[in-house]
């Protein structure tokens, strides 16, 4: 057990705070959506932070004894006992806060757990079991069989947990909720300054600045004084290599793979000498040429260290008369239509020829023009850059505030909330 909370802070089992725990349930699909007398939520109804999306929950037929004994109510949370992933444990915990005046159920892969309002606050227990979840602790209550991870249940509602007095519940679970709605309207920011920018730039890069004058070409109007060019006639691409694992090293330069383009930074190193044309120095221009559709296949501008670049990346070489920035956003461009017609293997993995990419035709502009738009285009992502940075610091703070406020190594009555959303410093040093 954890070291003692504060005096009036109690440890106890999870499932002595519980009125009911129960499995969930299936029914039957109706032949018509209209038809259903329930609506089951599932795994993919989990998004981001935890929360329940309910557009998509499925329309099902519930029989009228488990409609009396299954029927969700507000407040209640849903706990996933089967599924999880290498890196997302089962026991991921949900709210239930209800959207409107359907009936809803979770399916037989959750259990309800039902709070004893007298002794705790629904929305501290949902905080509570979801700090469980996102730590270590989890693991040691999974079984895995066939790929699959279960819970295992009933050990883990003998899961201790600390417990204040009810009105420090109750404002653990606010600050927290606060926390969370703040990171949910710097995405929704996030998601928008990228709409944005990929709309204006899809109009800089096929309309210029300024004209007025278009000409009518193979893949639509560009401007009269732009050409058409292909990828091949903007840039040279060459391949990195294929490090084996009798390559691997646990020091040297980090070897470069298609999952470090995507935020990755688990790295395999080699320590040899490498030839000049495998390195790869920051603000490297790279296009990955196999990896999933919208999220690591396409062009990347390197943002980490000196390293070697693996195979199914290529180092992007502009011609003279191409800028970099103008040409990473124009290859963006072309990404999106190999994309639409390119096919892949194991599911959304893409895998393209090297002509697939240079026999792309991209309309290009003068120079001076082509470092006007690469000025917008840095703009806008330093604003892209702010906001996904606070985003971090958010969601940093939320990691902090859990560990700080549920153990009640920092106590609500010294926070200062719109001090610390606003702010680096960690919960302690604000709590004055």
Known sequence: MANKGPEGWIYTPINS?????????????????????????????????????????????????????????????????????????????????????????????????????????QRFLFWSLYNIWDTPETYGYQQQTTGIRNLNVSAYLEHPVLLPPLPEQKKIAAILSSVDEAIEATEAVIEQTRTIKKGLLQELLTRGIGHTEFKKTAIGEIPRSWKLKSVDDLCSLSNGHGFRPDDWSDEGYPIIRIGNLNGSEKFNYFNGEPEPKW????????????????????????????????????????????????????????????????????????????????????????LEEQQSIATRSIALQRVLEDEELQLSQLKKLKRGLLQDLLTGKVRVNTLDLPALLNAEAPAEALAE
């Not at 299936?26 to 795994?43: E, H, M």
């Not at 929360?51 to 507000?74: E, F, M, N, P, V």
């Not at 963006?332 to 020829?353: C, D, M, N, P, Y």
């Open 279 to 366: 390195l790869v120095e920051p603000g490297q221009l790279l296009f990955a040429w196999a990896g999933v559709a919208g999220v690591s296949f396409g062009p990347t501008i390197w943002r980490g260290k000196t390293g070697v670049l693996n195979q199914h990346i290529y180092k992007v070489h502009p011609a003279k008369d191409v800028d970099k920035t103008w040409l990473f956003e124009a290859l963006q461009l072309v990404t999106s239509e190999i994309e639409r017609w390119a096919h892949g293997f194991k599911s959304s993995l893409l895998h393209v020829r090297k002509s697939d990419i240079t026999n792309q035709l991209i309309p290009f502009p003068t």
């Open 17 to 121: 705070i519980l009125t009911d725990c129960f499995a969930g349930t299936w029914g039957k699909t109706p032949t018509d959506p209209a038809n259903a007398n329930a609506f089951a939520l599932r795994s993919t109804n989990i998004i981001n932070n935890n929360k329940l999306d309910y557009t998509t929950a499925a329309a099902r037929l519930i029989s009228d004894k488990h409609l009396k004994t299954k029927t969700l109510q507000h407040k209640d949370v849903i706990l996933e006992i089967s599924g999880g992933s290498t890196d997302q444990p089962v026991a991921r915990p949900a709210l239930f806060d209800a959207p409107d005046d359907r009936i809803y159920i979770c399916s037989n892969f959750f259990r309800t757990l039902r709070a004893d309002t007298k002794k705790v606050d």
